[in-house]
């Protein structure tokens, strides 16, 4: 074997490692006696031991990083709260021990705890090898411990560090609300200020949302931001008064703080600028005498004002005393307070006395108002203020019926109260009549509206009548004495309306007549005789002149056509239709010779109708002698049946 004659430094480790074996194999067996040729000699055959050599590790380096903590103001911490940021700081090294500039550095927590700025944790290494990120609690109640892993990539190799940090929750406090002024007057507004503090300093690291209240501004008699957002740790919001009237108590309170704080503010009382009259029950603004009553009639009035303040909203708290200048009533309440709506009621009985009254609400001030003018009436119908019509006197109904669909007439009634007022609506009014029908299926009469009614008539049986049936009031039964009776004149219906004033009832009677389709009784210039059909002869005129006579026309019963029979030329020669006046029937009530009776008890005489007609000469010029001209007068009903009466008269030269 040859002596290692190399130095130890240049060789490889492994070769190194068997030297070292073999070394201590030769001193092994040299402590034996043995005296093998791995050892060295001296020339007295002395055996020298071979002096082991030692193993050197060699030094593999690579890239480092290393993380610290601190405070902002660089103290060497790991704890954290919202009122107290880390900064997290990562120091790169190369393998060689060498800071590394312009590294990507991404830090990353194992919880939700914190959050970074910037928030996607990543940070490039400054000259000084150092990337840095700061770290927020991630709400002012999180607390615990977490880890924060660091990587850093260098030269394409990436390296790894981990530290802890700790988080704990930040108690935050509110300084003092202060108001500015902490007095206002009605309609003013103040500005209010509330720090919010962390470790007694302002917390500035986030907005925080402070909420405010107030027991005016839930009254909605104040504006308040409910919620403000501090800004450099202060939270600043201005209030506004709408007539609260009061002392108010705003309160400010905050997520993270265990008490709020709150302040009081003075506020002067809105002054009231007007007083007006709001409503009047009965809307009709009527109520009856003491004791009369009457179908939804009251004998009490309630009278309702309102109290503005000098911007126009209600105002509360305000007294408010009534009086009248009338002594026929009684204001049952003097004074009332205005509730949150700015109103007051009082309310006023009728006397014995029908009159008329005001009622002046007047507040301290001396500002006043009156109401509306308030009636007292008694509203009872009374006899002479009921008033009965219809809208057709002479329907075509002795021969047909009217039918369901469209009424042959209507009767209408209105009824007024001593004072000539319409009577309360909902006064019920009956008829009855001794031909046809009146009224409806559901109700033979009806209900008045702002003081009458109206209800169907129609044509059908009974055609004849008998007198007084049934017996009512209407027809002098019950009554006494005389005028009272129903018509018993052929083709003339007796109506009737009647109510109660509540004791007694009160009525009036109009006729009808059931008109017949023909007309058989026609009479020539007032003449006794009714013209029979045959051709009248009504003489000889001068060319130069018209022939003019009057026709009496009448029914079978010597009552009027129907309304709106017309009457007419027809068929005429030799001659010109000048006209007919009225060429129209129209409405004819019963009568008699000494004047209009409509209540059916005195009706005489034929009660047709009268009708002039003219007929002009159509003889040439010069004239040549007589000429006769003939025509007829047609009569027709609105059924469209016509009777026919024929004429001639003769136009003579001069």
Not at 2 to 18: D, E, F, M, W
Not at 112 to 130: C, I, K, M
Not at 569 to 586: F, K, L
Request: glycine share 10%; aromatic share 6%.
């Amino acid at each position: 074997m040859q002596l290692l004659k190399t130095s130890p430094s240049s060789l490889p480790v492994a070769v190194l490692a068997r030297y070292a074996a073999i070394g201590l194999m030769s001193a092994s067996l040299a402590a034996c006696g043995g005296g093998g040729g791995s050892a060295g000699t001296t020339g007295s055959g002395t055996v020298t031991p071979v002096t082991p050599v030692t193993p050197v590790t060699p030094v593999v380096t690579v890239p480092t990083v290393a993380l610290a903590f601190t405070s902002v103001a660089g103290q060497v911490t790991n704890s954290l709260s919202a009122a107290t940021p880390l900064v997290a700081k990562a120091t790169v090294l190369d393998k060689d021990g060498k800071v590394v500039a312009g590294a990507l550095v991404a830090f990353a927590a194992d919880n939700t705890l914190a959050v970074f700025s910037p928030s996607v944790g990543t940070a490039l290494t400054d000259a000084n090898g150092v990337a840095s990120v700061t770290m927020r609690a991630a709400s002012l109640a999180a607390g615990g411990a977490g880890k924060v892993t660091v990587t850093a990539d260098v030269a394409g190799a990436s390296t790894v560090t981990t530290g802890n940090f700790s988080v704990g929750a930040t108690a935050l406090t509110l300084g003092a609300l202060t108001l500015a002024p902490n007095t206002i007057a009605a309609y003013g507004s103040t500005t209010l200020s509330v720090d919010v503090l962390a470790a007694g300093v302002r917390y500035t690291d986030q907005q925080l949302a402070v909420t405010l209240s107030s027991a005016c501004v839930a009254r909605g008699k104040a504006t308040l931001a409910g919620s403000v957002n501090t800004a450099s740790g202060t939270a600043q919001a201005v209030y506004r008064d709408l007539g609260c009237g009061t002392a108010d108590t705003i309160t400010a309170s905050v997520q993270g703080a265990s008490s709020p704080v709150s302040a009081a503010l003075a506020i002067a009382a809105p002054a009231p600028a007007s007083v007006q009259f709001s409503s009047a029950l009965p809307t009709n603004q009527s109520i009856v005498i003491k004791g009369q009553g009457g179908l939804l009639r009251t004998e009490t009035a309630t009278l309702k004002f309102k109290v503005f303040d000098i911007f126009g909203n209600p105002l509360a708290g305000q007294v408010v005393t009534f009086s009248t200048t009338s002594t026929d009533v009684t204001i049952n309440k003097m004074s009332d307070t205005t509730d949150q709506n700015g109103e007051v009621i009082t309310t006023v009985n009728s006397g014995t006395q029908a009159t008329t009254f005001r009622v002046q609400a007047k507040l301290a001030s001396g500002i006043a108002t009156l109401s509306d003018s308030i009636v007292v009436t008694t509203g009872l119908p009374v006899q002479k203020a009921f008033s009965l019509s219809v809208t057709t006197s002479n329907v075509e109904g002795w021969n047909y019926d009217s039918g369901t669909a469209t009424p042959a007439s209507n009767v209408n009634v209105l009824i007024a109260d001593l004072f000539g007022n319409p009577v309360p609506d909902g006064t019920p009014v009956v008829f009855q009549t001794n031909l046809g029908a009146v009224g409806s299926a559901n109700k033979g009469g009806c209900n008045t509206f702002n003081g009458g009614c109206t209800v169907d008539f129609r044509t059908q049986d009974p055609r004849s009548n008998t007198a007084n049936t049934p017996g009512t009031a209407c027809n002098n039964y019950g009554v006494g004495g005389v005028g009272m009776n129903d018509a018993t004149r052929a083709g003339v219906a007796t109506i009737c309306a009647s109510s109660t004033d509540g004791t007694n009832t009160i009525f009036k009677k109009t006729t009808i007549f059931f008109s017949g389709s023909a007309a058989p009784n026609v009479y020539l210039n007032g003449a006794t005789t009714r013209l029979d059909g045959t051709v009248v002869d009504l003489g000889t005129v001068r060319a130069a002149e018209s022939k003019v006579f009057s026709l009496l026309i009448s029914d079978l019963n010597f009552n009027p056509l129907p309304f709106g029979t017309t009457v007419s030329i027809a068929n005429i020669t030799n001659g010109n239709a000048a006209g007919v006046a009225p060429a129209t029937v129209q409405n004819i009530f019963p009568h008699s010779a000494s004047g209009d009776d409509q209540t059916g008890n005195t009706i005489s005489g034929n009660q047709g109708s009268y009708h002039t007609i003219t007929i002009g000469s159509s003889q040439p010029s010069p004239c040549l002698g007589p000429l006769v001209s003939s025509f007829n007068v047609n009569i027709t009903t609105p059924r469209l049946v016509t009777t026919t009466y024929p004429f001639k008269v003769t136009f003579s030269c001069p």
